[in-house]
């Protein structure tokens, strides 16, 4: 099966892309490879559809020039039949969209990933861009939270990331059972990992997730003397064209597709609805 690869010049017109892995990753999340010969940036995204259901936008969850993860949860139409798909299967994509997370202008610093439960996906793509260009940045952290040990994304990526980064995972409620007590990780809000990690105030922060993670760990990173711009956040909203026609994604003057959907918290802090 070949996948059509096209750049038709109309920014509408989606690639038919071949399934080629599948990975489980919780009760109702997986993650898709299809193979896709692209050039994008960590922390953009792809409008992902199937024609006669509909379309969504989801992030990046992998640096490769040759294939896209996207990590799926079942919320909805597009997406329960986008998780029913196998290998050899389809998915329609187009893009990629938005401003990603500046890591030209990062060279050279300390580098520290945030991200919770879903928002993790986008964190996953920086990773591996950093495995890719690994000597060209500092210390590498990697900090992510979720509810349950049931809910923790990419476990089969975590033994080679606390080799090779400064990696911790957190969970907001203790894990039960037999497994309990084999499942090192911290418990409570990932705010704790910040507050008492080693980190540089010249350092440069790339988050993604829940609204109130975003918010409480952004002061924890100032507490640590980090400057305002040099926190990245990642907004999750809903963007249904991905080129700043339709307006559904305007937030505080700003289209998240076009002008996001990574700011600077100094700017994101004072976008509201």
Request: proline share 4%.
């Given at each position: ?5 096209k ?6 017109i ?8 599948v990975?489980d ?13 692209n050039?994008?940036k ?18 990046i ?29 389809y998915?329609?994509?187009?893009g990629p969209?938005?401003n ?7 060279k050279?610093?300390d580098?520290?990933?945030?991200g919770?439960?879903?928002?993790t996906a986008?964190v ?17 952290t990697v900090?992510?939270?979720?509810r ?13 990331w606390?080799?090779l980064?400064?990696y911790?995972?957190?969970l ?15 418990i ?6 910040i507050?008492?990690?080693?980190i540089?105030?010249?350092?440069v ?10 918010k409480f760990?952004?002061?924890?990173l ?8 040099n ?5 999750e909203?809903?963007m249904s064209c991905?080129i700043?026609?339709?307006?559904h ?8 597709c ?16």
């Amino acid at each position: 099966m070949k996948t059509e690869n096209k750049d038709t010049g109309n920014p509408y017109i989606p690639n038919k892309c071949t399934i080629i892995r599948v990975f489980d990753e919780t009760h109702d999340i997986k993650t898709f490879r299809v193979e896709f010969k692209n050039n994008h940036k960590p922390g953009q995204f792809m409008e992902v559809s199937l024609p006669g259901i509909g379309e969504c936008p989801i992030s990046i969850a992998s640096c490769s020039d040759y294939y896209m993860d996207f990590c799926v949860r079942d919320v909805g139409n597009v997406t329960h039949l986008i998780n029913s798909k196998r290998i050899g299967d389809y998915l329609w994509i187009r893009g990629p969209y938005g401003n990603g997370y500046p890591m030209d202008a990062l060279k050279g610093k300390d580098i520290i990933m945030i991200g919770g439960g879903t928002g993790t996906a986008p964190v996953k793509s920086v990773i591996e861009y950093l495995l890719k260009n690994r000597k060209d940045f500092g210390k590498i952290t990697v900090f992510t939270g979720f509810r349950h040990y049931e809910d923790v994304l990419f476990k089969r990526d975590m033994e080679n990331w606390k080799k090779l980064f400064n990696y911790e995972f957190t969970l907001d409620c203790a894990p039960e059972g037999k497994d309990a007590k084999l499942i090192k990780c911290s418990i409570g809000v990932v705010t704790a990992l910040i507050d008492k990690a080693d980190i540089s105030r010249d350092a440069v922060a790339l988050m993604c997730g829940p609204p109130a993670m975003i918010k409480f760990a952004a002061q924890s990173l100032m507490n640590k003397g980090l400057k305002e711009e040099n926190v990245y956040i990642s907004f999750e909203r809903l963007m249904s064209c991905g080129i700043g026609k339709c307006g559904h994604c305007e937030l505080g003057g700003k289209y998240i597709c076009r002008h996001g959907p990574v700011f600077s918290y100094d700017k994101a802090k004072n976008m509201t609805d």
